[in-house]
Structures are given as C-alpha cells and as structure tokens.
C-alpha cells in the first residue's frame, strides 16, 4: 500500500497560524462583558474586528477605544498590538529563550521568514536585541508623553495613556486612548508632533537598519570617521531605507501643505507653525501609523489620492509598518529605469540588483494591487450608499494597515467588516506570505533547468 504523505506546516503557516490565534483569543475577551466600559457584551463581530486591528496593527475602529473599552479591555487590545507589532514568531522565542530551550533549526527559520533576514546566524541575538532596543525605544517614548498626559489626565491614568500611545505609535497601530478626536487637539503641538512620528519612524525603518544607523555614529563618534566616509560603510539596504523614508517624509509634507493649506475642513485656519505640522504629521503617520492630527474625510479628493499611494507604498522591511515597502518601490523604480535606459542589470547605489530581488518585488506591487482591486471591488458591491473615494481610503488603509479613515469604519455593514477585518490579516501578512500559505503543495524544490525561449510582443 502506498504511504499516505502526511501534511506538514511550513514557516509561513505556522506565521499566519499565529496570527490567526492571536486574534481569535484577543476576539474572546474582548466580547466578555468586563471588556467593555459600560459592562455590556461586545457584540462579537466587533470585539472580532477591535482584535484584528490591534494584532495587525493596522488602528481602524468600529468603536472609540478609549471611551468603549474597560481597563481590562485596553490591557488586551494593547498586548495584541505589542505581540503583533514585534511579531509572535519574536516572544514564542523569547518565551523559548527565558524557559533555557535551545532553538532549534525551525524556530531559526519561522525568525528569518518573519523578519526577511537572508541568513540563519545570529539570529536569536538579534531577536533579544530587538526586544531590548524596542522596550528602551517605547520606555523613552512614554516617559515624554507622560509631560503631556499626566497634566490632562492625572498621575495614574497619565501614566497608563502615555504607556499606551507610546506603544501604540512605536508598532505603528494608530489606536489612542484619546476619544475619536484623535491626535486633533495637538495638531499645532510641537512635542506631542515630535515623540509621536519619531516612534512612527524608528519603528517604521525596520530593525537592521537600527544597527547600521547606530554603527555609522560609532563610526563618527569613536573612530573620528567623516559622516560621508561612515555614510559609505553603510549596507545598501539601510542606505536605500533611509533615503526613500527621508524624500517620502518631506516631499509628502510638502504636497500635502500646497494641497491642505487653504483648505478650512483640514488645515485651513490653523496657524502657519501649525499647517507645517499638520502637514508633516500626515505625511508620517500615513506610512502605516493611522493616527490622525487633522479631519480626513474634509480632505480634498487630490490629498486622498495621494494618501492612497503613501499608504500603499508603506514603511520599510524588518520593521512595525505595513505596505509593500519603501525598498520594494525603489526596486520597481530603478527596474523601469534600466529598461528605459537600455541596460541589461538593475543598478542601484552603484550596485547590480539580483534578478530574484527584482521578481520579488514585482510579484509583491502586482500581489497588493490585485488584493486592492478585489478588496475595493467587494466593498463597492455591500456598501452601496459609500462613495468610490471613501471606500479606496478605508480599503487601502486596511491593505497597508495604516488606520485612517474618512470617516466610515463604524458605519461599515457586516459584510463590509468582514471584508476590511479580511484585508487587515492579509495586508499584516503580507502579499507574498499570503501567496504560499495557500499555496499549500508547494515543496519550496528549485528545478534545475531552462526552457527554450519563447518570442512575445510587449
């Protein structure tokens, strides 16, 4: 008799399977009635909806956190948005770690699947030192929210929302204790502008770019090496991160100040110092932060659109944020420079691209696309009474787990919150992920072998 093959789960099962549980364990207490302020149970479609936001980070909402949720339910929503946000491959093997069990080969794979690291050495050092960097990160972040909370809110609750907003901002989740005005009523505040979108950045850069930055002002500080010099030694990687978020950043700002500054539903009557803000603010916090400084849905459809493309473009691999990446669009981009051009390799930063990093990066633009034209599409056919544009926001902002909304997510029928709760999951993951965990007979097996070559017209 032929021996039946027994179904084993690959890393990325096992990745998306974690998520999965997360967010069904989350959904559970968050529908048990302590979970909520008034005492009431949840209704379960929203307790499910409340912990696919906060597992995947993403910070739309189909209730105010901070007005609807008991302490026990803010506890729970903010351990999923720690859990997803550093990834549950990331504390399994903490856990693993502080238990003193060795980390098998497995678990060395889940880590580098998770992460896109491209070795297995060295891998459970960088976990711990990422767990570590990433508490002193969030730790600092509170510590200066608290000069902000703790005068509005008292000492004990002070304490608890800067905790929670220093984390939330850090993970990139875009869910605040703050009520639905969000980040509003410090649109023109400049401390409260700078902890917060330095949190949404340095989790956004991804975490080997950490290390190289932090390499590079060693260089600087302790070898007397020139910036430009240190600058060099960098690893391609984190040079093409760090430009692409700084261009990104300013030139988002500025586009959004040409568009917003006369604008009266957004940005209009506020001072000149705050319209800069403003304008700075939302062009950080739309690569996958979700908090909200300035009323989206008054925005001008030219600044939605715009919105849009940030929001799928997203933050950098390896880090918090969401979105196909900032190194995935210079790949696509300098790809169609070299056909324009005329040259037979990639060149970038005075490097040649590898062929399967160029693939990989179209299969992933081509991935996100076609989930967004699904996702859109679905979205227009339940919720009839929306316009296009309100429903392209919310969809690309579930896809690329940003958080922000026109306005719409706790209107959104049944069906359209099964669907943004479906493209949250899908756009944590990732579209590639996505791909291979359905994909469930691949054997991950490279043929060795070339095909003739086929003569097409493009």
Not at 27 to 54: H, N, V
Not at 249 to 264: K, Q, R, S
Not at 279 to 293: D, E, K, M, P, Y
Request: hydrophobic share 50%.
């Amino acid at each position: 008799m032929e021996k039946k093959k027994s179904f084993e789960l690959k890393t990325t099962h096992i990745i998306a399977l974690g998520f999965v549980i997360l967010i069904f364990v989350g959904s559970i207490l968050l529908s048990l009635p302590f979970a909520a302020a008034d005492g009431q149970r949840t209704p379960y479609i929203d307790a499910l909806f409340t912990a696919t936001t906060s597992s995947c980070v993403t910070g739309l909402v189909t209730v105010v956190t901070g007005e609807h949720w008991s302490f026990f339910g803010q506890v729970v929503i903010l351990i999923m948005i720690q859990l997803g946000g550093l990834g549950v491959v990331s504390f399994t093997t903490l856990l693993l770690i502080i238990a003193g069990k060795r980390i098998q080969l497995k678990q060395r794979m889940l880590i580098q699947e998770a992460y896109g690291f491209d070795t297995l050495t060295g891998l459970v050092r960088m976990v711990k030192k990422m767990i570590k960097g990433s508490l002193i990160v969030e730790g600092i972040g509170a510590v200066l929210y608290t000069f902000i909370f703790i005068p509005r809110y008292g000492l004990l609750k002070g304490i608890w929302v800067s905790v929670f907003t220093s984390i939330s901002a850090f993970c990139n989740a875009g869910m605040d204790l703050m009520g639905a005005n969000s980040m509003m009523d410090y649109v023109d505040h400049p401390l409260m502008n700078l902890i917060t979108m330095g949190l949404i950045v340095i989790g956004g850069l991804g975490f080997f770019v950490w290390w190289d930055f932090l390499a590079m002002i060693r260089r600087v500080r302790k070898e007397k090496m020139s910036f430009k010099m240190s600058w060099r030694r960098m690893s391609l990687h984190s040079k093409i991160v760090l430009s692409s978020t700084f261009v990104l950043i300013t030139g988002g700002a500025v586009i959004f100040y040409a568009l917003e500054h006369n604008n009266p539903l957004t940005m209009g009557n506020l001072s000149m110092g705050g319209k800069i803000w403003a304008s700075i603010f939302q062009s950080v916090t739309l690569r996958t932060a979700g908090f909200a400084s300035i009323d989206q849905a008054g925005m001008t459809n030219a600044s939605a659109i715009l919105g849009c493309v940030m929001m799928f473009i997203g933050g950098s691999p390896g880090g918090t944020a969401g979105g196909v990446k900032t190194v995935t669009v210079m790949l696509i981009a300098f790809s169609v420079l070299a056909v324009i051009t005329g040259k037979d390799d990639v060149e970038l930063g005075h490097r040649r691209i590898g062929l399967e990093n160029v693939m990989k990066a179209l299969c992933v633009v081509l991935l996100q696309v076609v989930s967004l034209v699904l996702s859109t599409f679905a979205m227009c056919c339940f919720e009839t009474d929306l316009p296009m544009l309100q429903i392209m926001y919310e969809t690309f902002s579930a896809l690329g787990t940003v958080g922000l909304t026109m306005g719409i997510t706790e209107g959104l029928t049944l069906a359209g919150k099964i669907i943004i709760i479906a493209s949250m999951y899908c756009g944590r993951l990732g579209p590639i992920t996505m791909a291979m965990v359905m994909n469930v007979n691949s054997k991950n097996k490279k043929v060795h072998r070339k095909l003739p070559e086929g003569k097409i017209f493009v």
